[in-house]
């Protein structure tokens, strides 16, 4: 099963731009469907970004335009580049891993969007 662990989350001011980071290990990681989500307190955790297999995307309308998932095939890593931060995205985000037979999670990273 693939491990996954998340990294680049920290405070920023409202309008800056912040790159997180998922290095995933021990599984194939290629084949898996991988993407980003989040969730404030509160709330339930949301789908901010996925990225197939194949490269296709997908965001939360809320992120459109302003957030980018890519993926490193040869490095084993999937990124979240966050433009144009709202206090509103301030959440603990966490990547996820997929495949038809299972799915795996990361701890998070907390991302706090504040002046």
């Known amino acids: 099963q693939v491990q996954l662990v998340e990294s680049g989350g920290e405070l920023v001011q409202p309008g800056g731009s912040l790159r997180l980071s998922c290095a995933a290990s021990?599984?194939?990681?290629?084949?898996?469907?991988m993407g980003w989500y989040r969730q404030a307190p509160g709330k339930q955790r949301e789908l901010v970004a996925t990225?197939?297999?194949?490269?296709?995307?997908n965001y939360a309308d809320s992120v459109k335009g302003r957030f980018t998932i890519s993926r490193d095939n040869a490095k084993n890593m999937v990124y979240l580049q966050m433009n144009s931060l709202k206090p509103e995205d301030t959440a603990v985000y966490y990547c996820n891993a997929a495949n038809p037979s299972r799915s795996s999670w990361g701890q998070g990273t907390q991302v706090t969007v504040s002046s």
């Open positions: 021990g599984g194939n990681f290629r084949f898996y469907n």
């Open positions: 990225i197939n297999f194949v490269g296709s995307t």
